[in-house]
């Protein structure tokens, strides 16, 4: 299966995350999470089941609420969303997350364009899945500049969500909060633990010998390039028809 | 309601008010912004809804702007927000950085006339530790223990939004957007443009009803046809990607930014 892409392998390991939620929120500007959304819900309807709802921020399509930009916080506070996605600027190994800046806060060197809902959603999203295709030592730091939003809460803080893993163009880490810490799971294909750790900034845990993230099986792989491409260039046409000239280029 | 013109409706901007401006999908009324620069009036307190753009990345580059409540600012896929950012590294503007839900909250208690609204989440992060105004409680209907944030209602003294019609009698249409009805409840003065103005009353039929900003918000309505450009505006037209992005590049310096500005051509194309 070396024909399979890497954003591939992405794809089909966040359908994997997700399974089992029943409503899942992505960003506007989120390709690979909303793929794997799809493919999701993609592979469920194909065994008769019944998908996720997926809600696209941004977009018209996608997206049902009728209440204005505040009606998706209401609804992950009132527990109706069961997994979100968070980037980050920086992203450290007690799981904080920074989107606004490095450097001396107020007067950021680096600017990034805020914390948008993440100071409110990662409390009370269950499963938040920190998603990074960028792994390098300068996003996975020891310690994050601004805490946007932070991994885990002391006792006492009403805290319903969090994050359950983190996904890069490397590798897949699962977070664990009585630690807390991070945990490698698995090597993307072309990959190694010692590049792996060159890349990261912040120690975790791994086995000697990590294994290899799981491909995707043909009929998985079927699904993702009809019907999900199909569904993805609705709202990203830009990405989907990316993602259709590297698999020419495969298959050329 | 008073049927108005863009200039004219900027009179009602005093130096030092606390202006509400939506997100960039929501409605902007950028055919406020350049008359909002002409009457000049400085030392704004924006309010972004929960998110800003181009609207506020104009207005800090014009130098009106003292502080910025905003969940975020930037231009989208066409990258930061220059000026903003530039403003921030040279500490030429306040922060008040937030979270797209306590902005809501804010808007929510002032539309309760309450001074505070609770909210989840915000312990333990660095934006929590910068906001003087934002309070932590022990939740008093709890037994203990069951620390909350406290944000105070935001009253902004002016809300400046774009949306597709009104009616002759004020009444606007603000369909699905309803943090736009969030700012207007909450606001002293609500300026509107519109890229129409209809003769039936939307209030009479059931269907639109329900998607209506009464006359009774709203200050003054002023036609203004493609008045979110370069911005899109729901239900009528997309964004126009390449402007914002010619923007974006000519604002990477102030010299830029006042040569865009200075065109004659900001009317859309």
């Known amino acids: ?63 049902f609420f009728t209440n204005g930009s505040a009606e998706l916080f209401d609804c992950a506070g009132q527990g109706r969303i069961d997994a979100f996605f968070l980037g980050g600027g920086q992203i450290d190994g007690l799981g904080n997350v920074n989107l606004v800046g490095t450097g001396d806060y107020p007067r950021s060197s680096v600017r990034w364009p805020g914390s948008f809902g993440s100071a409110y959603l990662y409390f009370v999203v269950p499963r938040v899945i920190l998603f990074r295709e960028e792994h390098t030592p300068r996003v996975f730091v020891e310690k994050v500049d601004f805490i946007s939003a932070p991994g885990v809460s002391p006792e006492g803080v009403f805290r319903s969500g969090g994050p359950v893993a983190l996904l890069t163009g490397k590798g897949l880490f699962r977070f664990d909060k009585t630690r807390p810490g991070f945990e490698l799971e698995s090597v993307h294909p072309g990959h190694d633990l010692a590049e792996i750790k060159q890349a990261t900034g912040f120690r975790f845990e791994h086995e000697a010998e990590p294994r290899q993230t799981a491909l995707p099986d043909r009929s998985t792989l079927d699904l993702l390039r009809g019907r999900v491409f199909d569904e993805l260039a609705e709202t990203y046409p830009e990405f989907a028809a990316q993602m259709r000239r590297e698999l020419g280029a495969v298959d050329a | 309601m008073v049927l108005s013109e863009p200039r004219v409706m900027a009179k009602h901007i005093e130096p030092g008010m606390r202006v509400a401006l939506p997100v960039d999908y929501a409605g902007v009324s950028m055919a406020m912004t350049r008359p909002m620069i002409e009457h000049g009036a400085g030392d704004l307190d924006l309010v972004c809804v929960p998110t800003g753009g181009l609207q506020l990345d104009q207005l800090v580059g014009a130098g009106l702007v003292r502080t910025v409540e905003t969940s975020a600012a930037s231009l989208g896929e066409a990258g930061g927000a220059p000026r903003f950012n530039a403003a921030v590294k040279e ?179």
């Open chain 2, 91 to 269: 500490g030429a503007v306040r922060l008040k950085d937030a979270t797209c839900p306590a902005i809501h909250a804010g808007l929510m208690a002032a539309q309760k006339g309450s001074p505070f609204m609770p909210l989840r989440g915000l312990i333990g992060t660095d934006l929590l530790r910068h906001r003087d105004d934002w309070r932590v409680v022990d939740n008093p209907l709890a037994d203990g223990g069951d620390p909350i944030v406290l944000i105070p209602a935001i009253k902004p003294d002016v809300t400046i939004f774009h949306v597709p019609m009104a009616d002759r009698f004020g009444n606007v249409w603000i369909g699905r957007r309803r943090e736009l009805a969030a700012m207007a409840y909450a606001s002293q003065t609500v300026l509107v443009t519109v890229e129409r103005i209809v003769e039936e009353n939307l209030l009479a039929d059931e269907m639109s009803a329900a998607g209506v900003l009464p006359a009774l918000y709203v200050t003054a309505v002023a036609r203004a046809p493609k008045g979110a450009w370069p911005y899109g505006l729901w239900g009528e037209y997309p964004a126009d990607s390449a402007e914002i992005a010619r923007y974006a590049k000519a604002a990477r310096t102030a010299d830029g930014f006042s040569a865009y500005m200075a065109q004659a051509q900001m009317e859309p194309a």
């Open chain 1, 1 to 63: 299966m070396s024909d399979v892409l890497p954003r591939e392998v992405l794809i089909c390991t966040i359908a994997r995350l997700l399974d089992g939620v029943r409503h899942v929120a992505v960003g506007a500007s989120s390709p690979i999470p909303a793929a794997g959304a799809m493919l999701l819900r993609a592979m469920k309807e194909a065994r008769g089941a019944v998908g996720p709802r997926i809600s696209i921020l941004g977009s018209v399509e996608h997206n």
